[in-house]
């Protein structure tokens, strides 16, 4: 072998040693879909989201027919480098992503120190789930609960408002003569009243609700328990929005002529009384937000919406060194981990199970 060829081998075995030392320095990022026995159809990242994580140097693996809840195929997923695999090798990855939490069963089958990212569901506050992510050590994160760096719900303020913005959708279906309702347009016309709107409660679901029945062209009353959030509303909204403190008499009146009734968490606890039921029109619309979210009928909006969010979440990842570093800088995402390196964290939860949860602070301050 000549002195030329050897130089040569040389350099190629450098650069493979450089490329094997890059390959196993890059984050891979696992996404599995929804399960089966459920309507949840929400998904959390679509094909350009995923384009922008993999120029990023992320390796994504995405389970076969994930995103089939949001109309794209594999091959969209395809064309922007991630790779169509079993939903056993996309929970064997560093991160995995979940619109939902995770069932024991699966979390089982991750990679022992991984991380799992989702919205907040009721798993979470399953002893199972819960004693799952503290056996294999895995780092749970609900998205709802990360505050942006002014302190700013994102993907939960996302999703609400689009849940507001869909249930006015719902509303104007139900109340047609195709889903099955009198055939009556929210906006009133020329010698006709508006439909009347009733929305009771507080928060960006709420003033997004408001906001779309307004210029849907409905005549919209917010009532709630707290006279300064009803002024805030009121900002938000404008001066068309009427805002009405909850009071019996007045509560009763508003019912009984209102042709759809929306009702989310006031800012004091608040229940809707079971005897307005009587008071109802037969054909009124009623909606709760804790128990529907619209946002499920519009799933793509969903992942256009917080793929947005996610992919500056996850730059922020690599530019800080990796998720640990990124949470010993970063108050916004302690907020929102549940558990933390086989240690549950989340207060709530810990009281809910009867089991002992830590401060994550403490646990940082003591890592470093």
Known sequence: MTEQENINEGLKAQLQEVEEKTDKSLITLGLVGNYSDTDETRFLLTPEG??????????????KGAANDISFSD??????????????????????LSYRPLHAHDIHRMKKGAALFSMMGSNLFDINVIKALIDKDITCGCLDNVLSHNDVPIFADI?????GRGSIIY?????SYLGGGKGVLLAGVAGINPCEVLIIGDGTVVY???????????????????ISALQTAKQVCGDNLNTIAIHPRVLFNKV?????????????TFEFPKNLSP???DSVYLLNFQETHPSISVPRTVAMALSNVLVNFFDDIIVKGGLNHMLNTTPGVQAGIVTFRGKLVDKLIGSFLNMPSVDIKVMLAASN
């Open 50 to 63: 995923c384009g922008l994580l993999t120029s990023s140097g992320i390796k994504i693996r995405m389970e």
């Open 75 to 96: 091959a969209s997923y395809r064309e922007f480098g991630v790779e169509i695999v079993t939903r056993s090798e996309a929970l064997k990855t560093d991160i995995v």
């Open 159 to 163: 999703v609400d408002e689009i849940d």
């Open 171 to 175: 509303a104007q279906e139900y109340l």
């Open 208 to 226: 997004s609700a408001a906001k779309a029945a307004l210029a849907a062209g409905a005549y919209v009353t917010l009532m709630n328990n707290d």
């Open 256 to 268: 009984k002529s209102a042709d759809v009734i929306l009702i989310g968490e006031c800012t004091r």
């Open 279 to 281: 008071a109802l029109k």
